[in-house]
């Protein structure tokens, strides 16, 4: 039996677990529960996952959730299956798991007032203060994760690591919709940028484009 993916659309966290099961090529059947019907509050939900929050995936007799937990088990239980997620000698595995709790701790926070702005603000009470700082915040980060580029990809080869910062920089693409006049690719360094087209550019990362922003 497939697995299942417990997917929300737009949530980065689902979409690097999904990025990760397609670069394994990974057979999984994807049940999309809608935030705004409240789908992940549904009894039968929170009884596979009590803190009610996608990704959450069912692998036979196994539930599984926290994206980094589940991406880890993918590469563990699949070790046959695609390119490892985590290549490489002991050093270079720490260092995509460096890079993946970076850019949860500090990426992902970076994006936070940019978000906050965009989606959880009515455009007359936007503050321009807040969204400048989110915006050089956002620029230090690319920076950073620019000096930490190896080659064409974070940790060298693609890896756990790419699929967790792709979804938080594509996501800088969608606040385009609400900020009028924002650019988001003026973040991002010609390096960082080159790197987002080499990912947009992987033959599966279509198919994991959030449902909602294909409608939009
Ligand atoms: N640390 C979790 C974060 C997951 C998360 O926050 N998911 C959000 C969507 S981005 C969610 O499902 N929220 C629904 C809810 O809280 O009911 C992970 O890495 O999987």
């Known amino acids: 039996m497939a697995l299942t993916l417990y997917y929300g659309s737009g949530s980065p966290y689902a979409w ?6 397609e670069h394994k090529a990974i057979p999984y059947d994807r049940k999309v529960l809608s935030f705004s019907a409240g789908d992940t509050r549904k009894p039968e939900f929170v009884a596979l996952n009590p803190r009610h929050r996608v990704p959450t995936i069912v692998d036979g007799d196994f539930v599984l959730y926290e994206s980094n937990a589940i991406v880890e088990y993918l590469d563990d239980a699949y070790p046959g299956r695609g390119a490892p997620l985590f290549p490489g000698d002991a050093r270079q595995r720490a260092t995509i798991r460096r890079l993946v709790s970076e850019i949860d701790n500090y990426f992902d926070k970076a994006t936070d007032p ?4 965009a989606f959880h603000t009515k455009p007359e009470a936007r503050d321009k203060d ?3 700082k989110g915006i050089e915040a956002v620029k230090e ?6 000096r930490y580029l190896a080659g064409d990809f974070l940790a060298g080869p693609l890896s756990a690591a790419d699929f967790a ?8 693409k ?7 006049g924002f650019d988001s690719n003026a973040l991002l360094t010609p390096a960082l940028l080159g790197w987002k087209a080499r ?6 990362l279509d198919k994991t484009i959030p449902p909602h922003w294909r409608a939009a």
């Open 174 to 180: 969608r606040c385009e919709i609400k900020l009028p």
């Open 16 to 21: 690097r677990v999904q990025l990760a099961l």
């Open 141 to 146: 980060e690319s920076a950073l994760f620019t």
């Open 199 to 204: 990912i947009e550019a992987l033959p599966y």
């Open 114 to 117: 940019l978000a906050d702005e």
């Open 165 to 172: 910062l792709y979804p938080m920089v594509a996501f800088l």
């Open 130 to 132: 807040k969204l400048a």
